[in-house]
């Protein structure tokens, strides 16, 4: 398929290496810019980079499919049906409810692990382990097979895990949802590594601009999520046309 957008184009063709891109959501949305990478090309010098050069919340973002072979819940529904002290009240007014979350209607937060082979879960190599482990999890829950997050995981860790909606970029155009829509369009498995870009002197979201910059600066190709939503759109449209 011949993809219309030569930003998106260069993405995918650097998601396929495995390479590193950022990913912009939009102006009217969270207006940042994450790091994107393979969740299995993860490497403790890419964990590295994304802390240092990044500073957000280092995250897995997975595809519905998988995370639904996985039993991964919403961390909204465990608090929502957590019964402690013969109720659990208080765990249940914690739940995000309509209004709550500025620029969404709910989150798309999971469970938080560690690979039952990390010491700590935090450092570089450990979260690296976690996050290449899950994606070839993903991988095999993708391709049919029997899984067991519990085999090699244990929880609460120090990787959050995200489920991305159903309809990825149609139902919700989070960076979750583009990135795994970019997952698909590379055809690579659907776990992506992401974190995002904070300015260290405002300690607000980096700026476009400067994300720009630093992705001319560093060599990575730097995409927008309305292209990328505008392509994903296009391909399912071919996929779903009838073969002449």
């Known amino acids: 398929m011949e993809i219309p957008n030569n930003n998106v184009n ?3 063709d650097s998601l396929k290496k495995g390479e590193m891109i950022l990913l912009f959501d939009s102006e009217d949305r969270e207006g940042e810019t994450d790091f994107v990478i393979p969740a299995t090309n993860t490497t403790p010098e890419y964990i590295y980079q994304m802390r240092k050069d990044g500073g957000g919340l280092i995250c897995v973002a997975i595809h519905p499919t998988a995370a639904q072979k996985l039993d991964l819940p919403f961390y909204a529904d465990i608090l929502r049906h957590t019964e402690l002290n013969g109720n659990g009240k208080t765990l249940k007014k914690l739940v995000e409810k309509q209004g709550d979350i500025p620029y969404d209607s709910k989150s798309s937060f999971s469970l938080w692990v560690n690979h039952r082979d990390t010491f700590t879960g935090i450092s570089d190599r450990d979260r690296a382990l976690t996050i290449t482990q899950m994606g070839n999890l993903v991988q095999d829950a993708m391709n049919g097979k029997e899984v067991d997050i519990s085999y090699k995981f244990r929880s609460p860790g120090h990787v959050s895990l ?13 960076q979750t949802e583009l990135s795994v829509a970019l997952a698909h369009l590379a055809k690579i498995t659907p776990a992506m590594a992401i974190c995002e870009m904070l300015n260290g002197s405002t300690g607000l979201a980096l700026s476009k ?3 720009q910059k630093y992705a001319n600066e560093h060599g990575l190709v730097f995409v927008e999520g309305k292209d990328v939503i505008h392509v994903f759109n296009s391909s399912l449209n071919q996929e779903t046309q009838p073969s002449q």
């Not at 995200?162 to 989070?174: I, K, Q, S």
């Open 10 to 12: 260069q993405a995918i």
């Open 162 to 174: 995200l489920r991305a909606a159903e309809g990825l970029a149609n139902e919700r155009t989070g």
């Open 209 to 211: 601009a400067d994300a």
